[in-house]
């Protein structure tokens, strides 16, 4: 008896071009925001997090968020996926105002178009790899199967496996395969290496940089490490609640060099 090779699957050959078909469309731009702001309210206290962002995100680009802790990244990221709501300013995805929405329309937004992978993985304990990701494609209007997704990230092996019988790094590509499986046209990714060696690191990033080049996912990554800015088209470096500065690389560093 001999073990079939494992499948070769690609995301080019797994995922429809829904950001391609956009873009025929005349949409070059997945977000444009004006003069986001938004400002918290605690007891007698407001923080401003967000004053007067603007920003264009072009689809199918790697963009990083780069600044100190508290200058707003993680509001932003929530803000356009869907978590959260400026308090003021306008927010497009594509031609939908995404401030006009009610509740339940933004969470049919989230659940058709956004991908989010954390700093903690947030899986549930009790379920193996494969179940958690069916937690995602259980409610997804045309998922791959989850097992594919954890072929894709390299786990196809470690399906049946709980997440306390996996290790940091692994955990974290079944995030990734959680993310992906419902085929986003965006994956928004807080800190995903925050909590890994560089090593283990890098072969998330590599996961990353797999969905948005074989598929065009627009890639949205926060990170306080300005080594993983190399692997991104654009960098936006965020100062106090605010776009201090863009910046552009020529070339892409790819995922499988960065270190730190
Ligand atoms: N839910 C919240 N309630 C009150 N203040 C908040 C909340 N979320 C974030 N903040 C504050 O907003 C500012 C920006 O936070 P955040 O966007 O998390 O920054 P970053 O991700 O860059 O570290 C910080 O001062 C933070 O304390
Ligand atoms: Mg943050």
């Known amino acids: ?16 071009h829904r ?23 605690t007891g007698e206290t407001e923080v401003h997090a967000l004053r007067g962002v603007d920003l264009d995100i072009h689809a199918g680009e790697v963009l990083v968020l780069l600044g100190p802790s508290g200058s707003g990244k993680s ?17 497009w995805y594509y031609d939908t105002d995404l401030t006009a929405l009610d509740d339940a329309e933004l969470t049919r937004f ?21 179940e958690n990701v069916r937690l995602v494609t259980d409610i997804s209007d045309n998922p791959m199967p989850a097992a594919e997704a954890l ?10 496996h709980f997440p306390a019988q996996l290790s940091g790094g692994e955990q974290q590509r079944v995030a990734v395969a959680r993310a992906i ?6 994956l928004l990714c807080d800190e995903p290496t925050g909590a890994l060696d560089s090593q283990t690191g890098v072969r998330v990033l590599e996961t990353l940089a797999q969905a948005n080049q074989e598929l065009g996912t627009t ?14 088209d654009r960098v936006f470096n965020f100062l106090d609640g605010q776009i201090a500065s863009v910046m552009e690389n020529e070339t892409r560093v790819p995922a499988s060099e960065m270190a730190w």
């Open 75 to 91: 509001t932003l990221l929530n803000i356009i996926g869907g978590l959260d709501r400026p308090t003021a300013g306008e927010l």
């Open 110 to 130: 989230r659940r058709a178009n956004i991908g989010f992978v954390f700093q903690f993985y947030n899986l549930i304990p009790s379920l193996t790899a494969e």
């Open 19 to 41: 950001v391609d078909q956009q873009l025929a469309n005349g949409h070059k731009h997945a977000f444009v925001g004006r003069s986001l702001r938004k400002t918290y309210i």
């Open 181 to 186: 499986a419902k085929r986003p046209g965006v």
């Open 219 to 232: 890639l949205i990554l926060i990170t306080h490490n300005a080594g993983i800015a190399a692997m991104a």
């Open 1 to 16: 008896m001999r073990n079939a090779a494992p499948q070769q699957l690609s995301y080019a050959s797994a995922m429809p």
């Open 151 to 160: 072929e894709l990230v390299g786990l196809g092996e470690r399906r049946t």
